[in-house]
C-alpha cells in the first residue's frame, strides 16, 4: 500500500489557506481517482482504492498541523507501511508561489508539520512534494501569513501547482519516486 499524505488544519476557517495546500491535493486526488475520504481512524480522514494493482491510501491528518505526526505514524504501523511508501504534501516558504520541489529525505526546515512527522516516525527519511507558498514581504508574521489565503494571481499558480501535485503522485504508482522527482521538480 501506498499512503499519499497532505498536510493541512481541518476547519471551515482554514479552508484556501497557504498552510492547507496539501489537503487541496488530496481533494484533486480524490475527485480523479474517485476515492472518497469516508473513514476515520487514528483522528485522520482517509479513503482507501485500487489503481491498477497498486493498494492507495488518501489520508488528511486532522490533528492540526503541528501534530501531523501523531495521526500519520499510528497509521501506518497499523496498515504496515514502510517509510518509503508514503509521500507528504506541504507548503514551504522558501520556494516561489507555485514552484514544486520533491525530495526523498531532509529536515524540517522549520515546517512544524514535518518536525511533527520527524519525531514520531524517528526518521527524515521519506518522500515529500513541497509546494511553494513564497515568504510575506509586507511585515506580517508567518504564522499569520501561512493561515493567510491566497490573493487573485496566486489562486491561478496554486490551481496549477496542485494539478502537478495530483499528477506527480500518480506517476509514482507505476515508477520509483526519484523518477518522479526528476520529471516534477521545478514544476
Known amino acids: 500500500m501506498k499512503i499519499i499524505i497532505g498536510l493541512g488544519n481541518p476547519g471551515k476557517q482554514y479552508e484556501g489557506t497557504r498552510h492547507n495546500i496539501g489537503f487541496h491535493v488530496i481533494d484533486e486526488l480524490s475527485n480523479r481517482l474517485n476515492i472518497p475520504l469516508t473513514q476515520s481512524k487514528f483522528n485522520g480522514m482517509f ?15 486532522l490533528t492540526y498541523m503541528n501534530l501531523s505526526g501523531e495521526c500519520i505514524v499510528p497509521m501506518m504501523d497499523y496498515y504496515e507501511v514502510n517509510d518509503d511508501e508514503i509521500v507528504v504534501i506541504y507548503d514551504d516558504l522558501d520556494l516561489q508561489v507555485g514552484k514544486l520541489r520533491l525530495r526523498q529525505k531532509g529536515s524540517a526546515g522549520g515546517h512544524n508539520g ?18 511553494g507558498v513564497d515568504r510575506p514581504n509586507n511585515g506580517m508574521k508567518v504564522p499569520d501569513y501561512v493561515l493567510s489565503k491566497f490573493n487573485e494571481n496566486e489562486k491561478i499558480e496554486m490551481i496549477q501547482a496542485v494539478k502537478n501535485s495530483a499528477d506527480a503522485c500518480e506517476d509514482w504508482f507505476g515508477k520509483k519516486f526519484l523518477d518522479v522527482m526528476n520529471t516534477y521538480n521545478g514544476a
Open 47 to 61: 479513503g482507501i482504492g485500487h489503481i491498477g494493482t497498486e493498494k492507495v491510501m488518501l489520508l488528511k491528518p
Open 114 to 131: 514535518i518536525k511533527s512527522i520527524i519525531q514520531h516516525l524517528g526518521s527524515q527519511e521519506f518522500n515529500r512534494i513541497r509546494i
